[in-house]
């Protein structure tokens, strides 16, 4: 499970190991063996971090930039249409 959290200044980025300053945000995470998991060994990741692991990613909202923690959901396809990137591609 992915939580999205604002540092008081006292959280150590597990991969990089940096401290994450005060106000800034971090991701933690379930995980075990370095796969996220609904339950595990919480890690602690720094936003850069959960950017280079996948975790985190920047969206294109209401005509702005918006950087997310949440997983991206498949866009569902209807019978008979392609998926957008085949369309785009094509």
Known sequence: MR?????LG???????HNIIPHAERY??????????VESGKKSYYCLNCSLEKGYAEYREERG?????FFPSEPEEVQPGQTARSEEDNG
């Open 64 to 68: 702005g930039r918006v950087l997310t």
């Open 3 to 7: 939580q999205g959290c604002i540092s």
């Open 27 to 36: 991701l933690v995470v379930d995980e075990e063996d370095g796969v996220e």
């Open 10 to 16: 006292k959280v150590e980025c597990d991969s990089c």
